[in-house]
């Protein structure tokens, strides 16, 4: 609710899937720049700072909380996926494809379970 007017807030700013557009973009921008077999400490590097970013965003928001373990989840399987993509063999477009797809349902998951927690649809409404 808004102490003004009184009415609540639908739309507005989302830190959680704005963190997932920054989880997407990282992975992407790092299949763009990495070689084929990046050395360990240049992945650990690169993670690094973008986990850090994403941190600071989501406590300085909100403080620990589900937001952050939602985008320390997030950005775990991203990881995960992008180490997998770059030693695969694969062509750049598919490695950057896959990260887009994989992520943008993980956003739309994360939107869809904001909007049932908000009441604003049912668990059933498609």
């Known amino acids: 609710m808004s102490p003004s007017t009184g009415q609540s807030e639908i739309a507005g700013f989302s830190p959680p899937v704005l963190g ?3 989880i997407g973009l990282g992975h992407v921008g790092a ?5 084929r ?3 360990t400490t240049t ?9 850090l970013s994403l941190l600071v965003l989501s406590v300085v928001r909100n403080g620990v909380g ?3 373990v939602l985008l320390s989840g997030a950005f775990v399987l991203a990881t995960a ?3 997998v993509l770059l030693i695969s063999g694969t062509s750049l477009w598919w490695r950057a494809i896959a990260v887009v797809t ?6 739309y998951g994360l939107h869809r ?3 049932v927690s908000l009441g604003l649809v049912e668990v059933d409404d498609e």
Not at 43 to 51: D, Q, R, S, W
Not at 102 to 107: A, C, D, K, R
Request: net charge negative; no cysteine.
């Open 31 to 35: 299949l763009l720049v990495l070689p």
């Open 81 to 83: 996926g992008t180490w």
């Open 66 to 68: 589900r937001e952050l």
């Open 20 to 22: 997932i557009a920054l």
């Open 113 to 115: 379970y904001e909007l």
């Open 37 to 39: 077999e990046p050395a």
């Open 43 to 51: 992945v650990l590097a690169l993670e690094g700072v973008l986990l």
């Open 102 to 107: 994989v992520l943008s349902l993980v956003g």
